[in-house]
């Protein structure tokens, strides 16, 4: 590069660093607005996500199927969930029983003090997981970057009100990727495996986590799958101790018949519970308007008047991962970095939830946080990212999910998002594998 070049290059990246800087301040202020309103909603709002993991929870205690379980006016108010209602063909929990773990330790504790704790915990968690991920990057600005990212981008969007208010789980799942991310940074046998560990438990409490492996399959990352084995198999045991092993057989068969009510293969009467006062609380059923909406592929077809079950859209995701094998494979000489490997196993593990025949609203874009961050880290820089053509979709990602006069502004929003990060990670990929085969070349001839 010639000197002019690089007076130009310094120029902008000073540059970058003042408007960081700038933007860093303003995301401060824009978290701290967005916890204030935040509390706001967890006092005015239920939380009906956490509601029906709660009540999973207590069920499991009681020895009740905390999947096909009918409340009736005999039973006590603590096992009710009044957004089930009469006639579902299925409880409103969908998270598996290794997810009910969290809660069963405290799950008679009051729901009203279950509810602000989870609003501390979700908010705890953001925060940390920030943290982890911009301690890792290795300039100030990448850092600054990755707080705005947490601050602003996530925690000033409508899906994280949307998250909060409901009570929802996301925000753990991003959170254990990122101490495992941590521990494996670390490079000890102990850190990989306890890395592994994490990754172990985040796949149990969500299975398609198990995603987050094949990374570390392909590049032989045998401490990390020994770790994460464990983490899996101990969490397995420890629901069939607390729990009953019929509780796994029926999650399946309740996401199965939630994914034929959604394909309207099944058809049920709706009636809300008559019981207006629970736990001394009147406002369990009650909702936050935030502007939400289905981005799955799945309901992407049934908009265009395909409905398409489970089988196919099972295969088409098993197709993406077999290519996914092998194009890590043929590039497996990029698997020795931690953030590559890590990168590339959470961008499986996003487009996976596009491809589930389930539900998938915008609370789950929480997870952008972790491939988002690896981007960053694993970026040589920062100005040549922002730069980057590919940097349009990222735009594109934020802005569609703030303007509403837009018809399907949040489809647009989440697939912009997601054909970033796939393209992204691949050319991340395919570059550092380029720049190790040409050390290695170099070696060679020399």
């Excluded at 994460?228 to 068969?253: E, K, Q």
Aim: charged content about 15%; some cysteine.
């Amino acid at each position: 590069m010639s000197e002019d070049g690089e007076i130009r290059v310094e120029s902008q990246e000073k540059n970058l660093s003042i408007i960081l800087t700038m933007l860093l301040v303003f995301s401060v202020a824009i978290a701290i607005l967005g916890f204030l309103v935040d509390f706001r909603d967890t006092r005015q709002f239920g939380g009906v996500d956490l509601r029906n993991r709660v009540v999973g929870a207590r069920l499991i205690r009681e020895g009740l199927d905390p999947y096909f379980y009918e409340w009736t006016p005999d039973r006590s108010e603590l096992l009710l969930d009044p957004n089930t209602g009469t006639g579902s063909p299925a409880t409103s929990t969908t998270v598996t029983p290794a997810a009910l773990l969290l809660h069963q330790p405290v799950a008679f504790i009051s729901y009203k003090l279950q509810r602000y704790g989870w609003f501390v915990l979700q908010w705890a968690m953001l925060i940390a997981t920030t943290c982890i991920m911009a301690r890792a990057a290795s300039s100030r600005d990448a850092k600054i970057a990755i707080w705005i990212l947490g601050l602003l981008i996530i925690s000033g969007s409508y899906f994280w009100r949307l998250h909060v208010e409901r009570g929802q789980i996301y925000v753990l799942y991003a959170f254990m990727i990122a101490v495992a991310f941590w521990l494996c940074e670390k490079k000890t046998s102990f850190g990989l495996m306890a890395g592994g560990f994490f990754l172990g438990v985040f796949a149990a409490f969500r299975p398609p986590g198990a995603l987050m492996l094949i990374p570390m399959l392909v590049y032989g990352k045998w401490k990390i799958l020994v770790g994460s084995v464990v983490g899996a198999v101990v969490t397995f045991l420890v629901t069939l101790v607390t729990g009953n092993i019929i509780y796994w057989d029926s999650y399946v068969r309740a996401a199965q018949a939630w994914s034929d009510v959604f394909l309207g293969i099944v058809r049920f009467d709706y009636a809300p519970y008559e019981h207006p006062v629970i736990e001394g609380m009147g406002n369990l059923t009650w909702r936050a308007n935030t502007p939400t909406s289905d981005t799955s592929f799945q309901a992407l077809l049934q908009q265009v008047g395909f409905n398409v079950s489970s089988g196919p859209l099972l295969i088409v995701m098993f197709l993406i991962i077999a290519a996914a094998v092998i194009f890590l494979f043929r590039i497996r000489k990029a698997g020795d970095s931690i953030p590559t490997m890590f990168l590339a196993g959470s961008t499986l593990v996003l487009l996976s939830s596009y491809l589930l025949p389930a539900r998938l609203y915008t609370y789950n874009n929480v997870m952008w946080l972790i491939p988002l961050a690896l981007i960053i880290i694993s970026s040589d820089s920062l100005v040549s990212l922002l730069k980057s053509p590919l940097a349009v979709l990222f735009v594109a990602g934020i802005y569609f999910g703030t303007v509403f006069w837009i018809p399907y502004n949040f489809i647009v929003s989440d697939y912009a998002m997601l054909i970033y990060v796939v393209a992204v990670t691949c050319v991340l990929l395919l570059r550092r594998y380029r720049q190790i085969d040409k050390k290695t070349s170099v070696l060679a001839s020399g």
